[in-house]
C-alpha cells in the first residue's frame, strides 16, 4: 500500500511503544540496477519486490523511452524484455531522472557507449550535485559529455566507442564504480575500477549473475566487455536504508519490540548495524538467507539505552546514507558522539551535515557542525520539540526528523516531506503501524 494521501507536511509525537513485524520496500540500488542489466540482458527479466518509489520509476520510464519494454503484472511483478547490449534506441525527448542520482550516474555511464544522443536532467536537487566525478571517468574513456558549469546537469551524451581504462576513485562511490563498469561492459576489452574503500557491491554481484565476467582482487574490480548478459529471475532484498528508520524509532521508543523482515544486509551496507552495536543496542539478525545473490535476515531490535560514539573512519562508506538517522541516535545517547571524514555528506540529496545540524539544533540539541562530520551532544531524557523543522526536500532528512519527533515533549512538524515517495512510499503507513504517531 502506498501512502498516496501524504502531504507535503508531516508531524510526529510521542506515543506508546513501537511493536510488530513489517516487510519494508525493496532495496533502491538494486531495484535501479535490476532495471538496467533487465534492459542490457537477452530475454525476458522478471524483478519481484522491485521498491515502487519514484527514483526507481524514472529509471523505468528511462528506458521504456529508449524502446524496452518493461510491464507490471498484476502480482507487482516487473517483467523486463530485454534488448541486449546493442538494441536501445535514442530516446526522442530529454530523459527526466527526478531526485535520483543514481539514476543519473549509471544510466550516463550506459549511454556513454550508445550510438545516439541523449539528454539527462533532473529535479533542483539533482541538478546541483556533482556529475563531474563521472564525466572525468567517462571522457577517460573517450565519451562526448557536456554539462553545465562544474559539471552540472543536464547532462547531453553524444555516445562513442570506447576504450579500455584502470580508473582509481578519488573518493569512495558506487555510483561512480559503476557507471565506470556499465561503460565497460559495452567496451571491447572491458575495464577496471580502483577504490580507496570498499563502497557498496551490488552491480558486481548482479552483473555476475546476469553472466559478465567480474573479477574482484582486493579493491580492484574489473569487467570484461562484450558478455552475453542473460536474463534473471530477481527477488529485490528490503533496503536496510528504509528499514534504518523502523529500527531507530524502536530502539529509541522505551519498551519497543520490532521485527524487521527480509532486509538486506550485504556486508557493504550494514555499517549502521555496526555503529549502532557499538552504541550499545539490541540488534539480532535472525534466519540468514539469500535473495537474488545478496544476503539478508529478518532484523530483531529491542528498545536500547545508546551511549555516544567516535565513529571510525572506516565505516563510513558502509553507512553513508544512513547518517541522518545514525543522528538522531546520537542526539538521544548519553554522551558525546563525533563523526568526522564525512564530507560526502554535503553532496548528497541535500547538504546532510547541515540539515541535521539545524533541523537538531532546532529541538533543542547541542550539535557543532564541522567541515566534514558534526559532534552531537545526546539528550537520553528526550528533545524538546514544539517546532517546525525543514527537511531541505531530502527524504532521509524528512524520515529522521520525523523519528525524532517520537521522543520529543512538543509535536515536531517536518516541511517539504514529498520526497519520502522517493525511497520509502509506505513510511508513514509502516512507522503508523507499529504505533507511531505519526500523520498529516
Ligand atoms: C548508491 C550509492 C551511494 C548512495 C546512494 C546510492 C548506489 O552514493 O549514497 O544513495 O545505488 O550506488 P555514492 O556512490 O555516491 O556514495
Not at 526507481?56 to 503484472?73: K, P, Q
Not at 533496503?239 to 523502523?246: K, L, N, T
Request: proline share 6%; aromatic share 2%; with cysteine.
Amino acid at each position: 500500500m502506498n501512502d498516496t494521501q501524504q502531504t507535503d507536511t508531516l508531524t510526529s509525537r510521542s506515543g506508546p511503544p513501537l511493536h510488530g513485524g513489517v516487510t519494508v520496500p525493496g532495496d533502491k540500488s538494486i531495484s535501479h540496477r535490476a532495471i538496467m542489466l533487465g534492459a542490457l540482458a537477452e530475454g525476458e527479466t522478471e524483478v519481484h519486490h522491485l521498491l515502487e518509489g519514484e527514483d526507481v520509476l524514472r529509471t523505468v520510464a528511462a528506458f521504456r523511452h529508449m524502446g524496452v519494454r518493461i510491464n507490471r503484472d498484476g502480482a507487482g511483478i516487473y517483467r523486463i524484455q530485454g534488448v541486449g547490449l546493442d538494441g536501445l534506441r535514442e530516446p526522442d525527448d530529454v530523459l527526466d531522472m527526478g531526485n535520483s542520482g543514481t539514476a543519473m550516474r549509471l544510466l550516463s555511464g550506459v549511454l556513454a557507449s550508445q550510438p545516439f544522443f541523449s539528454v539527462l536532467t533532473g529535479d533542483d536537487s539533482l541538478r546541483k550535485r556533482p556529475m563531474k566525478r563521472i564525466i572525468t571517468p567517462l571522457a577517460q574513456m573517450g565519451a562526448r559529455i557536456l554539462s553545465r558549469d562544474q559539471g552540472r546537469a543536464p547532462l547531453v551524451i553524444q555516445g562513442s566507442t570506447l576504450i579500455p581504462i584502470e580508473y582509481t576513485l578519488p573518493v569512495a562511490s558506487a555510483q561512480v564504480k559503476s557507471a565506470v563498469l556499465l561503460a565497460a561492459l559495452n567496451t571491447a576489452g572491458g575495464g577496471a575500477v580502483l577504490e580507496p574503500e570498499q563502497s557498496r557491491d551490488h552491480t558486481e554481484r548482479m552483473l555476475s549473475a546476469f553472466g559478465a565476467q567480474v573479477q574482484r582482487d582486493g579493491l580492484r574490480v574489473t569487467v570484461d566487455g562484450w558478455p552475453d548478459l542473460v536474463a534473471q529471475s530477481v527477488v529485490v532484498p528490503g533496503d536496510i536504508s528504509s528499514a534504518a528508520f523502523p529500527l531507530v524509532a524502536a530502539l529509541l521508543v522505551p519498551d519497543s519490540e520490532v521485527l524487521l523482515q527480509g532486509v538486506g544486509v550485504n556486508p557493504t551496507r550494514t555499517g549502521l548495524l555496526e555503529l549502532l552495536t557499538m552504541m550499545g543496542a539490541t540488534i539480532e539478525q535472525r534466519q540468514p538467507r539469500q535473495a537474488g545473490g545478496e544476503p539478508i535476515a529478518d532484523l530483531h531490535v529491542r528498545h536500547s539505552p545508546l551511549r555516544g560514539i567516535d565513529v571510525p573512519p572506516e565505516l563510513i562508506p558502509r553507512a553513508i546514507d544512513e547518517f541522518p538517522i545514525f543522528c538522531v541516535a546520537a542526539a538521544l545517547a548519553e554522551g558525546e558522539t563525533r563523526l568526522s571524514g564525512a564530507a560526502e555528506l554535503r553532496v548528497k540529496e541535500s547538504d546532510r551535515i547541515h540539515a541535521m545540524a539545524v533541523g537538531l539544533q532546532a529541538l533543542g540539541v547541542e550539535v557543532t557542525e564541522l567541515a566534514d562530520g558534526l559532534h552531537i551532544i545526546g539528550r537520553p531524557e528526550g528533545l524538546s520539540g514544539g517546532v517546525t523543522v525543514d527537511s531541505f526536500t531530502d527524504h532521509r532528512i524528512a524520515m529522521s526528523l520525523l523519528v525524532a519527533g517520537l521522543r520529543c515533549r512538543e509535536p515536531v512538524v517536518v516541511q517539504r516531506c514529498a520526497n519520502i515517495q522517493t525511497s520509502f512510499p509506505t513510511f508513514q503507513s509502516i512507522l503508523s503501524g507499529l504505533g507511531a504517531v505519526l500523520g498529516a
